[in-house]
């Protein structure tokens, strides 16, 4: 068992799903700006459940609990199965997405209305405590233009669904700049104008909706060397009480400007990673960052489990911040923010003071 750097350590953002595209038993060749929408549309490519190599990387950096995100064909379905075999490791989101799948494959019309229906429905059963995500459900006909106003709308039926169930809604921030179902799928028809392209439009939903927690997925950064998103993401998260940034993809340096700002610090950070998406660790020596998440056409699909708490704990490791700090970004807000307090062997484990 790895040393835990924390007292209770929880990823909350973590795909224990993997899918088998199989391309040399099919005879193809990957076809990269196709490969976000195969994975999603295809019946070839096969989704499994990863959990017992997670299990095992959580053993050995002192994980105690992950946050299970869909994303992709990932099911719901799944991740109810992981969380059944491990209890006490595992909580899930929901991401409705059976009721995707059908839409994606044209066997019924999405519509708003449909999948927050859903999204109540597999909420009312208690098992996804996890909140929604990953990000807001978007129309998944790629074609299908947008306009603030009118997206707007579809996430306020969303945070309805949130608010009634007491859950966390996820505003998805970032991404990475290799393959298609990245940057790449956003320069179209204006979808890089709503939520997924543009963080700045959560001031909208935070202040529309101030009694949700909102949980910024990868904090504005899930890849590519540029720091594009994070001041958008600061922003919000300085400007509202509900807002929270996940961390989990920043080099060390990315900590400084929320860790410091007194409208946001500690108590609004919390670590997570994307373990299981498969974005793998660019290296540039010498260059600012070094490190950093993001495809790589040139190279190709990694095979291997790429290492996501190994890089993301060392980038920790630099910051010297009082522990009760760290230890509220690892774990202790979401305890509080996913009401995970049962789940603690003891009380006052973090960081809190008489009024
Ligand atoms: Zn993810």
Redesign the pocket.
């Known amino acids: 068992m790895g040393i835990a750097r924390g007292r209770f350590v929880i990823d909350t953002?973590v795909?224990a799903q993997r899918h088998a595209a199989k391309f040399k038993a099919r005879g193809i060749k990957p076809d990269y700006s196709r490969l976000g929408e195969e994975m999603m549309r295809s019946k070839d490519i096969v989704v499994y459940d990863n959990s017992p190599r997670l299990l095992y990387d959580m053993d050995r950096y002192g994980v105690d609990m992950c946050v299970l995100?869909s994303?992709f064909a990932m099911t719901d379905e799944i991740n109810l199965e992981i969380v059944r075999n491990n209890p006490d490791r595992f909580i899930a989101q929901v991401g409705a997405t059976e009721y995707m799948l059908q839409a994606r494959r044209g066997e019924i019309e999405w519509t708003i209305e449909g999948h927050c229906a859903e999204l109540d429905r597999l909420l009312a059963t208690g098992m996804f405590p996890g909140g929604i995500g990953?990000g807001f459900p978007l129309n998944p006909d790629p074609k299908r233009p947008y306009v603030w106003e009118e997206r707007f709308q579809e996430i306020c039926q969303v945070m309805e669904v949130a608010k009634k169930h007491g859950v966390p809604a996820t505003y998805h921030t970032g991404m990475p700049t290799g393959y298609a179902g990245s940057k790449r799928v956003m320069g179209v028809l204006g979808r890089a104008v709503t939520d997924w392209g543009n963080p700045l439009l959560c001031h909208d939903v935070a202040a529309a909706y101030p009694e949700v927690p909102i949980i910024m997925?990868h904090g504005g950064m899930q890849g590519w060397w540029s720091e594009m998103y994070m001041e958008p993401t600061f922003e919000i998260a300085a400007a509202h009480r509900n807002v929270y940034l996940e961390c989990g993809m920043y080099w060390a340096e990315l900590y400084e400007k929320p860790l410091t700002d007194p409208n946001i610090g500690a108590e609004k950070l919390i670590w997570g990673t994307?373990w299981g998406?498969s974005i793998p660790v660019q290296y540039r020596p010498g260059l600012y960052p070094q490190t950093y998440f993001d495809q790589n056409r040139k190279q190709g699909l990694p095979i291997h489990q790429v290492d996501y708490f190994g890089w993301s704990l060392r980038q920790l490791d630099k910051l010297d911040i009082p522990q009760d700090d760290l230890n509220l970004i690892l774990g202790g807000n979401a305890v509080r923010i996913f009401k995970l307090e049962d789940r603690m062997p003891h009380s006052r484990m973090f960081k809190e003071y008489a009024e």
């Open positions: 953002h795909h995100v994303a990953e997925q994307d998406a």
